[in-house]
């Protein structure tokens, strides 16, 4: 690096950033001076966006941002911005929605040449330095893009005109979602689900946790089974596939072929949070402890590789290592053998390892042989115990082998709203498995975050890294962190947590509330004026902030019936846009929402001592069975009064006789109270079947 000048992205805090910081481009970050200096010089915008674990945006810098030629061309006749999506989603989500719009696709790197009034005419995403393969080359278009802002102004001022109409178009409004719209998003998904691979649609295949989600709260409605079955296959394929490390855990970003075996080997924080959400519901709805393993490996992947020293959580690991897509991760079958020995073979068997290699010549990605295990132990001569044994064995020593290769590029900044996914799993961990460690985790972690990000005047943050705290955070930071927080009630009972959740809806009121119609923007109000104020409802990746918020106001109003929330959630409700009725599935955590405030009422009210045995017995019963309409509230009689502030329903819910003293009611009508977990149980089985 001696022998290159840094540009002006040096001075940056994030890795995607500081990635550019030697390019011979002369890359700013997005802000006043670049757009400034794009005025002051009558030249467009060229905005590059894109992350630090992104596969394509390293090939494209490789290709083009690192070539003399390109940064010529870009420094001369452009103003090159650099964005960091994850920064930024706000920018980012903007001209993402123009392409796609534009151009039917998306992705990153994202590519938008724009005015200096941040109005684009032209988006696209990867482009190679010389057109191949269908890609137009970066040079030739730098070059008839700089032609045709000097020689045809007016053609530009057309094509922004084309643009704005797609960022200003109106959406169409349902007036209400109905029954209709959850079994219609319920066929959708059995339409397009894989029933022999698992998953929905064709490759690439991506997780799609909330999906997931949403099946077994339909399934937990309806009794419908496939619901579950297009579940359980989809999880166990993933968990089987490739795109799980089955060395080191964790799950990839998605799956190139259709039966998970070749990923993308990036891992992302959000998706092993939101994976592990789902493997931990599975388990709650059908005992069966492989859905336990899978995602206790996955906590145990996230505290070992992806735990910082503030209590906080990084963000991703790359693809690449050593400038090789996924060479961290792969193996011959002869390196196999050569370190397990006699083992070898049937370790190479089991994880389908050939000598041809799975994956390229030579290299194999390991995923689990399609034989069953009792029957792979049979063909093998050995006992399933010294198959199982073999295979930990045979995992372990290839682990630390693995250890000692280069590791591929962690992204290590924190985000305040995929800590937040990592606390509300964590907190659903720790209830479900009854591991007190999880919560310690989780708590750990909401107190680090309330350190790092959070303000004295109590506005949060959306970004840290070493020692900065940047970007005021985004609807989505602040809807994740109040699941988070009604998970963490859910998993403490302590009713400080749901004092705080409310009053950070009460946040998300003010700053992202849209007065006039409804639900609430990307950014704040008090947040940077951008070419427009997006509000987004349906779920991609990751659920829309709008979704989530939707399910928190649900929640928060069934707990505390504090009327505003039923207010603001019809509000929303009646918000969405109209193409949930032709692709509700993709609405599916909202649908959620929907699912839950759709339902009567369902609370057990547990009246006691915190962490005393027999309260303690009460509150087994209820997170012993998947219940995701039922509502869990204990009233600590050492702090009655504060439960009973906070959640006034409890005032007619006493101790009675000096025992503890659980009351299930539905739709506002309580059975008699009981003193006796059986009696509760018994109770509770009765509840739960009317769901269906």
């Keep these: 690096m001696s022998d290159k000048r840094p540009n002006k992205l040096i001075n940056e805090k994030s890795p995607y950033l500081l990635q550019h910081a030697y390019n011979p481009v002369n890359w700013y970050p997005w802000g006043e001076e670049a757009f400034a200096k794009a005025k002051a010089e009558d030249k467009p915008v060229f905005l590059s966006v894109g992350y630090s674990t992104c596969h394509w945006c390293h090939v494209m810098e490789r290709e083009s941002f690192e070539d003399v030629?390109?940064?010529?061309?870009?420094?001369?006749?452009?103003?090159?911005?650099?964005?960091?999506r994850e920064e930024r989603p706000d920018i980012d989500h903007i001209y993402m929605e123009v392409c796609q719009a534009m151009t039917g696709r998306g992705g990153w790197p994202l590519t938008v040449v724009m005015t200096p009034e941040q109005k684009?005419?032209?988006?696209?995403t990867y482009f190679p330095k010389i057109s191949r393969e269908g890609y137009p080359g970066l040079m030739q278009l730098l070059t008839v893009l700089a032609e045709h802002w000097r020689e045809n102004r007016q053609n530009v001022i057309a094509e922004m005109g084309e643009f704005h109409k797609v960022?200003?178009?109106?959406?169409?409004?349902?007036g209400h979602l109905s029954q209709a719209t959850l079994?219609?998003?319920y066929?959708?998904?059995a339409r397009e689900f894989d029933a022999v691979n698992g998953g929905f649609g064709f490759a690439p295949k991506f997780p799609m946790p909330h999906q997931l989600f949403f099946l077994l709260r339909y399934y937990a409605l309806t009794g419908k089974k496939q619901a579950l079955v297009m579940v359980q296959t989809t999880l166990d394929a993933m968990s089987r596939g490739g795109i799980y490390d089955q060395l080191g855990f964790g799950f990839s970003r998605y799956s190139v072929d259709p039966e998970w075996h070749a990923p993308h080997f990036e891992k992302m924080l959000y998706d092993n949070a939101l994976l592990a959400y789902a493997y931990i519901e599975a388990f709650e709805v059908t005992h069966e402890p492989r859905y336990q393993q899978i995602a206790e490996q996955i906590f145990t992947y996230l505290q070992r590789d992806m735990l910082?020293?503030?209590?906080?959580?990084?963000?991703?690991?790359?693809?690449?290592s050593e400038g090789v897509e996924g060479k961290f991760y792969l193996w011959s079958r002869a390196e196999i053998i050569r370190l397990l020995g006699s083992d070898g073979e049937l370790f190479a068997d089991f994880y389908s390892a050939t000598s041809q290699g799975n994956f390229e010549t030579d290299a194999n990605i390991l995923y689990l042989t399609k034989q069953g295990f009792e029957e792979f132990a049979l063909s093998h001569q050995v006992t399933p115990t010294e198959l199982h044994g073999?295979?930990?064995?045979?995992?372990?020593?290839?682990?630390?082998q693995r250890e000692q290769r280069v590791h591929p590029h962690k992204d290590d900044k924190i985000l305040l709203g995929w800590n937040a996914l990592l606390i509300a799993v964590l907190a659903k961990g720790a209830r479900v498995f009854d591991e007190p460690r999880y919560l310690e985790l989780a708590e750990q972690t909401w107190q680090s975050l309330q350190t790092l990000l959070k303000r004295p005047d109590g506005r949060w943050l959306a970004r840290y890294r070493e020692g900065e705290a940047a970007y005021l955070a985004y609807l989505d930071d602040y809807a994740y962190l109040c699941w988070a927080l009604i998970e963490l009630y859910g998993a403490s009972l302590d009713v400080d947590v749901i004092a705080e959740a409310s009053q950070l809806a009460e946040q998300v009121l003010v700053l992202f509330g849209d007065q006039k119609h409804g639900g609430f923007f990307f950014y704040g109000q008090d947040g940077e004026k951008l070419l427009r104020r997006p509000k987004e409802y349906g779920d991609g990746a990751l659920p829309s902030g709008n979704s989530v918020m939707a399910w928190c106001l649900a929640k928060l109003y069934r707990l505390t019936q504090q009327p505003q929330w039923k207010t603001e959630l019809d509000k929303l409700l009646k918000e969405v846009p109209g193409e949930v009725a032709d692709y509700p599935h993709g609405y599916s955590f909202l649908l959620q929402a929907l699912l839950y405030q759709s339902q009567p009422p369902q609370q057990a009210i547990i009246a006691g001592w915190r962490r005393q045995d027999e309260s303690e017995a009460m509150l087994k019963v209820c997170r012993e069975k998947y219940a995701p309409f039922l509502d869990v509230i204990l009233i600590d009689e050492q702090d009655r009064q504060k439960t009973e502030e906070l959640f006034p329903q409890t005032l007619d819910y006493p101790l009675l006789?000096?025992?503890v003293t659980a009351y299930v009611c539905e739709d506002y009508q309580c059975q008699l109270p009981v003193h006796h977990k059986e009696e509760l149980e018994r109770i509770l089985v009765t509840v739960s079947s009317r769901d269906k």
């Excluded at 684009?120 to 696209?124: E, L």
């Excluded at 200003?168 to 349902?174: G, L, M, P, T, V």
């Design 187 to 189: 066929e959708n998904l």
């Design 69 to 84: 030629e390109v940064a010529e061309i870009l420094n001369k006749h452009f103003v090159a911005i650099k964005v960091d």
């Design 390 to 400: 073999k295979l930990a064995a045979g995992r372990e020593k290839l682990w630390q």
């Design 308 to 320: 910082d020293k503030t209590g906080t959580f990084y963000s991703a690991e790359d693809a690449d």
């Design 183 to 185: 079994d219609k998003a």
């Design 120 to 124: 684009p005419f032209f988006v696209g």
């Design 167 to 174: 960022l200003s178009k109106q959406r169409f409004k349902i």
């Design 657 to 659: 006789d000096n025992q």
